[in-house]
């Protein structure tokens, strides 16, 4: 899902194109290109860019890849001009780029607060909302990491509720060779540095798990502040927990008491506009943890925040209602194994 889109001609090691607009076009593997667009993607994460009359750059909703766009240029990973927020699209004009803004696009949350029961209900209908869509149009072979993370496991189990037939794949011990491409959004964009390529083919991730489920801390520690409990005393109160030693990592960011009274949409933007990891070349990404009905979360109660931040007990809510049996296969404390070249 890489493309450079252009007035001007340059410099790239990606196929070129060039439209009945004039422009040029520059793409990684993996794309449909005809006289009037480029697709690529599959029904969870894609990417149109029209040029028959006007160009245009079209996507799934929560989409996983950043656009960066100005008059003379548009691409995902070309950052030197704007960055385009999640709930904007774009359509140029007389060569000038317009942005239409998605007034509808954030939803509004519940007021009142959510119980652990009713949380895991959430999370659990997404999640498989998630797949079911992805199952259904499908036809690439799937691929998941033999990972013992919550979040991959959390992934697989709905995977294995709903019967998708995927295969298991270990991670090399050394970091995988990327294309020239994949080397270079990875020089960026720290999720390319957890990925291998398996050309046609979709790899399964637990990606967004952390933002999108109560686990960052310090989105959770903005979120506590404002409810007058601190993250910090709560993690030094517990000798061992899941998620402890990664809390180390931000304890000096959630230091500072928040004090903004527009937590909930700073935190609905944040999570919404993180983009992590993308299709590269004829490899996809299908990453199954993220669904807008999980901005919902963002409301459940104390007890449901503090138990998912330190135990992911509401990931583990959803695992032990697919497949309980991957309990035992989940590690004791996050990033336990991960291979050093995950975190350079």
Do not use: G
């Given at each position: 899902m890489n493309f450079y889109y252009s007035q001007l001609e340059i410099a790239y090691n990606l196929k070129q194109y060039k439209t009945k607009n004039n422009w040029f076009l520059y793409l990684d593997e993996g794309w449909t290109v005809t006289d009037e667009f480029a697709y690529k993607g599959i029904d969870a994460s894609w990417c149109r860019l029209d040029y028959k009359d006007n160009v245009k750059v079209t996507t799934n909703k929560l989409r996983d890849f950043p656009i960066y766009y100005h008059d003379t240029q548009v691409s995902n990973f070309s950052n030197h001009t704007p960055l385009l927020p999640v709930d904007g699209s774009l359509v140029w004009n007389n060569n000038k780029v317009e942005v239409n803004w998605d007034k509808e696009?954030?939803?509004?949350?519940?007021?009142?607060?959510?119980?652990?029961?009713?949380?895991?209900?959430?999370?659990?209908?997404?999640?498989?909302?998630?797949?079911e869509q992805f199952a259904k149009s499908n036809a690439k072979p799937v691929c998941v990491p033999k990972q013992n993370g919550i979040d991959t496991l959390t992934a697989r189990s709905v995977l294995d509720y709903l019967k998708v037939k995927y295969e298991l794949f270990d991670l090399p011990n050394e970091k995988p060779k990327l294309s020239q491409i994949g080397e270079q959004v990875a020089s960026k964009h720290w999720g390319f540095n957890q990925i291998q390529e398996i050309p046609n083919s979709v790899v399964v991730t637990g990606f967004y798990g952390d933002e999108w489920i109560l686990r960052n801390p310090y989105y959770v520690h903005m979120l506590l502040s404002q409810r007058n409990k601190n993250i910090t005393e709560i993690f030094d109160s517990i000798n061992t927990c899941y998620m402890k030693k990664y809390f180390e990592n931000y304890r000096k960011k959630c230091s500072v008491k928040i004090t903004n009274e527009n937590t909930i949409k700073d935190l609905t933007l944040m999570i919404c506009n993180d983009f992590q990891i993308w299709h590269l070349n004829t490899t996809y990404f299908?990453?199954?943890?993220?669904?807008?009905?999980?901005?919902?979360?963002?409301?459940?109660?104390?007890?449901?925040i503090i138990n998912q931040v330190t135990e992911a007990q509401l990931s583990k809510s959803v695992i032990e209602k697919c497949n309980p049996e991957l309990l035992k296969e989940l590690h004791t404390i996050k990033n336990q194994t991960d291979p050093e070249y995950f975190w350079p």
């Open positions: 696009f954030y939803p509004k949350l519940p007021k009142k607060q959510l119980t652990f029961e009713q949380s895991s209900n959430i999370l659990f209908e997404s999640i498989c909302e998630n797949v299908f990453s199954p943890l993220k669904h807008i009905n999980l901005l919902n979360l963002l409301n459940a109660d104390n007890d449901t």
